[in-house]
């Protein structure tokens, strides 16, 4: 077509690029999902919104779910698999921990959801240490073909906030329990540390390993705030990885807050329905040559140049 410029062809052929980019990569996400149970699960609205913010990710790590039972987390996942023409691609799973905490009130679990076309669930376990945690990561380890790096161990935290600094810490004996029983040291931690604000300090970084030792990288800024609410502006949501095999996998400048209020237009009141805090994200690297994941997508473009 004779109208159109060769900038104008540039521009076009690298926003197709950079979206195929992002297609074949993997997006692992966490969520504080305060409280969701069967109540919350069954509000329609809020359902919706939750499944449209899950349904962007392959893993999701879902944390301070009260549902022993298991019907809100089966109510969720019924809605991501309704097949409406977002998700009717994606089959999803989930796993969870048993119940955790140190009163009847204040029980809570770990899920994990993830898209069974994506990723395979290749191991579970419940590390045990009542001294060290209030609710024990529940660790689980993935394996994707359509990743750079082909197998990851997940593990999860909610931090009790008055000890946060030694709960922190303590995820590097997990570090060395999971890395040494799957001999796998491709190992991220996510969660609602509460590591920001006046849970953890400046200071409180000498006590802990995960700091202190240069082989772990924190993904989420200490800066960036992971809350919905005005009232506070904390990094209390974070992502951790150990390795440079692990990092290098990893899509630079991926590891962000997904504010979806101002993604899917949604009032404060909409958000604060689901949580007060909002989602964190990552995407891996993926396996494929980036022109060949182009490819088909880069030949309908140059078929509409030439026409």
Known sequence: MRGRSPLLHLLVAVFILSVCRAAAELRICSYNVQNFNLQKASNYRLIHTLTRVLGRCDVSL???????????INKLLAALNRGTDRYDDFTYKSVSSQSMGRSPADMQQYVFIYRTETVNLTGQYQYSSKQSFVREPFVVQFQSNRTAIKQFVLVPLHTEPSNAVHEIDRLYDVFQEVSKKWNNKNVMFLGDFHASCAYVTRKDRKNI???????????????????????????????????????????????????????????????????????????????????????????????????
């Open 62 to 72: 879902l944390q301070h779910v009260v549902d022993s039972g298991g019907e809100a």
């Open 209 to 307: 390993r995960l700091y202190k030792n240069s082989n772990f990288s924190w993904l989420i800024g200490d800066k960036v705030d992971t809350t919905v609410t005005d009232a506070t502006n904390c990094a209390y949501d974070r992502i951790v990885v150990h390795g440079e095999p692990f990092l290098k996998a990893i899509t630079p400048f991926s590891a962000k807050v997904f504010n979806f209020a101002k993604e899917f237009k949604l009032s404060k009141t909409r958000v604060l329905e689901v949580s007060d805090h909002f989602p964190i994200e990552v995407r891996l690297k993926s396996s494929a040559p980036f022109l060949l994941q182009a490819t088909p997508l880069l030949l309908l473009l140059f078929s509409w140049i030439v026409l």
